[in-house]
């Protein structure tokens, strides 16, 4: 059974950094049949899929169009996790994020990371 | 970006009825390769993330009660739940994974009348 579990800061400055962490169990962040992802959910933006890594031979990152100028997704071997960094965060990133591995639909999320982007 | 609308946005159920919630996407979501819809269900309760009950459209997750079940395809999706219980009160949103940006409906909130 996969496990996904989420850690980082609950309040970010505007401007400043979004970074979280996403620890993996019972998978492994260079499988070669899943795909790691980050999706955020608000009131007004609904579930948005953010972005995400994947192994097949060599690293591949993708991102949605509308963060793709501040979002990088990376995977850690070493500590079997990926993570998230958005930068130059305003309001309008406060939500709900979430980690998820998909294989095809998104068949396990972690715990969820309310973020509030506030001074 | 394919887009999914789901209907109603929300939906009021005495228990032991049915409970019918629509999709429709803006692009077919049929992989001619396998003549497989990819269209997924989930159902998201209050402070949980979703949690996945179908996929291809009508494929229960294990585990997934069998009053749950989809149907459809090309465009036009059903999550049909026969026999409402109290435990199926909460968020339900219809999913593409046909191509990236993987997007979803915005939700419809199933409730016991």
């Known amino acids: 059974q996969v496990q996904l579990q989420q850690s980082g800061p609950g309040l970010v400055k505007p401007s400043q950094t979004l970074s979280l962490t996403c620890a993996i169990s019972?998978?492994?962040?260079?499988?070669?049949?899943?795909?790691w992802n980050w999706i955020r959910q608000s009131p007004s933006r609904g579930l948005e899929w953010l972005g995400r890594?994947?192994?097949?031979?060599?690293?591949?990152?993708d991102y949605a169009v509308s963060v793709k100028s501040r979002v990088t997704i990376n995977p850690d071997t070493s500590k079997n996790q990926f993570s998230l960094q958005l930068n130059s965060v305003t309001p309008e990133d406060t939500a709900v994020y979430y980690c998820?591995?998909?294989?095809?639909?998104?068949?396990?999320w972690g715990q969820g990371a309310l973020v509030t982007v506030s001074s | 970006d394919i887009v999914m609308t789901q209907s109603p946005d929300s939906l009021a159920v005495s228990l032991g009825e049915r409970a019918t919630i629509n999709c429709k996407s803006s692009?077919?979501?049929?992989?001619?390769?396998?003549?497989?819809?990819?269209l997924a269900w989930y159902q998201q309760k209050p402070g949980q993330p979703p949690k996945l009950l179908i996929y291809?459209?009508?494929n229960r997750k294990s585990g997934v009660p069998d009053r749950f079940s989809g149907s459809g395809s090309g465009t036009d999706f059903t999550l049909t739940i026969s026999s409402l219980q109290a435990e199926d009160v909460a968020l339900y949103y219809c999913?593409?994974?046909?191509?990236?940006?993987?997007?979803f409906g915005q939700g419809t909130k199933v409730e016991i009348k």
């Open positions: 998820t591995r998909k294989t095809g639909p998104f068949d396990d």
């Open positions: 019972g998978d492994s962040v260079s499988s070669d049949s899943a795909t």
């Open positions: 890594t994947y192994y097949r031979s060599k690293w591949y990152h």
């Open positions: 692009q077919s979501v049929l992989y001619s390769s396998n003549n497989k819809n990819s």
């Open positions: 291809w459209a009508s």
């Open positions: 999913q593409q994974y046909y191509t990236a940006p993987w997007t």
